[in-house]
């Protein structure tokens, strides 16, 4: 008898242990997302401070690449041998939207440009290759109302992409 009450006290002190580990988690998730929302609104909030417009529809906030076969995303594939990529290539690491989205307008500053509204952001890799080794670049393709821009995604150099 002694030794049940002792089970059954053990499994209920794992039980109430296990709500409240749950319960943290639920409070740990919902800062995440209430950090993650404050930092889109402020990089939004960022750019209307600088005279741009841009919709929050518009900016890839979570990125698309990964998961994607990376040939399909190259958005400069005229410079692919044969149309597609090499056996072995490498892939740069991309920095956050609300980053890049600092680094434009700091980018359009640098190139002594200003723009008003960001119409669309499409996410794709620059590829360049020595002959030896192949790399890809995350970018952003960017057009505005003043002309189409290229953002490095992983230096957050800015520069005109001419069509």
Request: charged share 20%; aromatic share 6%; proline share 2%.
């Amino acid at each position: 008898m002694e030794r049940t009450k002792l089970k059954l006290t053990v499994i209920l002190l794992l039980a109430i242990l296990n709500v409240v580990l749950l319960g943290k988690i639920v409070a740990q998730d919902q800062a995440s997302r209430a950090y993650t929302e404050t930092g889109r609104s402020q990089a939004v909030v960022y750019l209307q401070n600088n005279g741009i417009t841009v919709s929050e529809a518009v900016v890839p906030w979570e990125s698309g690449l990964r998961g994607k076969a990376a040939a399909e995303l190259v958005l400069n594939g005229d410079q692919l041998p044969e149309g597609k990529l090499p056996l072995a290539y490498d892939i740069l690491e991309m920095r956050g939207a609300e980053t890049l989205l600092k680094e434009f307008v700091v980018g359009m500053a640098a190139l002594g440009e200003r723009c008003t509204v960001i119409r669309e952001i499409q996410e794709g890799y620059w590829y360049t290759s020595d002959g030896t080794q192949a790399l890809l670049t995350p970018v952003w393709r960017m057009e505005t109302d003043r002309g189409n821009y290229l953002l490095d995604g992983n230096t957050g150099t800015l520069r005109h992409l001419y069509e």
